[in-house]
């Protein structure tokens, strides 16, 4: 008699198989990790962006996670279309180039988050802060400092690789170790692309006889501005807010080639049938790494500005902060009035304005003048001694 025939037919026995199968489900939930590796990608993409840069060495502490095979399809789309691999900035904000005081909006992932990630001195409630930062000239930009956000990523591999050994000592399971060492070179090897450092920064370097003053600002009705000088070091970051295109022959076949081994990677998941628990505890551990580190708040250096501090500007009037700021660094209040009073100024405002601009425009012509003087001075002299 077949075991099943003693078994009552009807809800009853349609209720035990329910049980049944929702119990071996969550006793081994082997269905689970093949579903959750499609879903989460848009983390992955941040996290990349975030920590892809924290050195010039091939290792990047972005954990192996669910969603890298919906974001290794998605870099496809990204690599043949916009040829970008960095994600477009998350934070609308725009620099403004002191000298012509011509605004652009900020395309540059790590600009943007320069800008959302300062925090306003709890003392400067109200108002407008302008705070002055000079780029260092003893460390490069683009080479950020290592912060925790960076070494809880390489603490989460590690612990990764932990849990993956334990049902391979207990059980002599080595197919979760297996998975997670795989995922793990995968990540590697996606985030070593070249393309990734070049595009974060893609701008030329300030010529060593100029002087580049910018503002940053999340425009009308923002709490601060940053003001960052860059006298004769650093990079252009007028040319970073551009989001400057930057072409690799190897990008697109290495994006192919890595989707392809997602997949077979994927694969491989689907086909691991006991222990499941150790391979969600992975990749849940993973995935809240590339949360974290997507999302995190960090300073100027580990986002890879090395900026001096120099003095912060605060008044409850946002005019009277610009015209303070103008007395620290000249033509910032002027480059800053259309931003944060674009209906217009009050009659003494204007008058202000007015004045700063005439007053420019006198020593403009005062300097050509003297530099005109010079060069007949210098013709006349070349002349005389020519003559002798």
Same mark, same amino acid.
């Given at each position: 008699m077949p075991p099943n025939a003693l078994l009552p037919r009807g809800p009853l026995s349609n209720t035990a198989s329910d049980f049944a199968a929702v119990k071996s489900q969550w006793r081994n939930p082997s269905d689970i990790p093949s579903i959750l590796t499609i879903i989460g990608g848009d983390i992955i993409h941040g996290a990349l962006a975030q920590l892809v840069s924290s050195h010039p060495r091939p290792f990047t502490p972005v954990a192996f996670s669910f969603g890298w095979v919906a974001y290794s399809f998605s870099a496809i789309l990204a690599a043949i279309g916009s040829r970008r691999l960095a994600p477009q900035p998350d934070f609308s904000c725009t620099l403004i180039d002191v000298s012509t005081g011509y605004p652009r909006d900020i395309n540059s992932w790590a600009l943007s988050r320069l800008v959302r990630d300062y +925090?306003?001195? $709890?003392?400067?409630?109200?108002? &407008?802060?302008?705070?002055?930062?000079?780029? $260092?000239?003893?460390?490069?930009?683009?080479?950020?400092?290592?912060?925790?956000?960076?070494?809880?990523? !390489?603490?989460?591999? *590690?612990?990764? *690789?932990?849990?993956?050994?334990? =049902?391979?000592?207990?059980?002599?399971?080595?197919?979760?170790?297996? /998975?997670?060492?795989?995922?793990?070179? &995968?990540?590697? /090897?996606?985030?070593?692309?070249?393309?990734?450092?070049? +595009?974060?920064? !893609?701008?030329? =370097?300030?010529?060593?006889?100029?002087? +580049?003053?910018?503002? *940053?600002?999340?425009?009308?009705?923002?709490?601060?501005?940053?003001?960052?000088? $860059?006298?004769?070091?650093? &990079?252009?970051?007028?040319?970073? !807010? $551009?989001?400057? +295109?930057?072409?690799? /022959?190897?990008?697109?076949?290495?994006?192919?080639?890595?989707?392809?081994?997602?997949?077979?990677?994927?694969?491989?998941?689907q086909g691991i049938k006991s222990d499941s628990w150790y391979l969600l505890a992975v990749g849940a551990v993973g995935m809240l790494q590339n949360a974290i580190a997507s999302g995190a708040r960090r300073t100027p250096g580990a986002l890879g500005f090395h900026l001096d501090p120099e003095e912060e500007i605060h008044d409850k009037k946002v005019f009277v902060a610009l015209q303070k700021a103008e007395e620290k660094e000249k033509k910032v209040g002027l480059a800053l009035v259309d931003t944060f009073f674009p209906g217009g100024l009050r009659p003494s405002e204007e008058k202000w304005r007015q004045d700063i601009k005439a007053r420019y425009a006198a020593e403009k012509m005062h300097r050509d003048a003297v530099a005109s003087n010079q060069e007949i001075s210098t013709e006349k002299g070349a002349l005389l001694i020519g003559n002798i």
């Open positions: +925090e306003v001195p $709890s003392v400067n409630t109200g108002g &407008l802060t302008v705070a002055f930062f000079r780029t $260092s000239r003893t460390k490069q930009t683009g080479v950020p400092d290592r912060d925790w956000v960076y070494y809880t990523g !390489a603490f989460v591999i *590690l612990l990764q *690789l932990g849990i993956a050994v334990i =049902p391979g000592a207990l059980f002599g399971n080595w197919n979760i170790l297996i /998975v997670t060492f795989g995922g793990t070179l &995968l990540a590697q /090897v996606q985030a070593a692309l070249p393309q990734w450092r070049k +595009e974060l920064w !893609a701008a030329r =370097p300030v010529p060593h006889d100029k002087h +580049e003053v910018v503002c *940053l600002t999340k425009g009308n009705g923002s709490p601060y501005v940053l003001v960052v000088t $860059s006298d004769r070091c650093g &990079l252009r970051l007028t040319d970073l !807010a $551009s989001g400057r +295109e930057v072409h690799s /022959v190897t990008t697109v076949p290495m994006i192919f080639l890595l989707a392809v081994l997602w997949l077979v990677h994927l694969f491989t998941v």
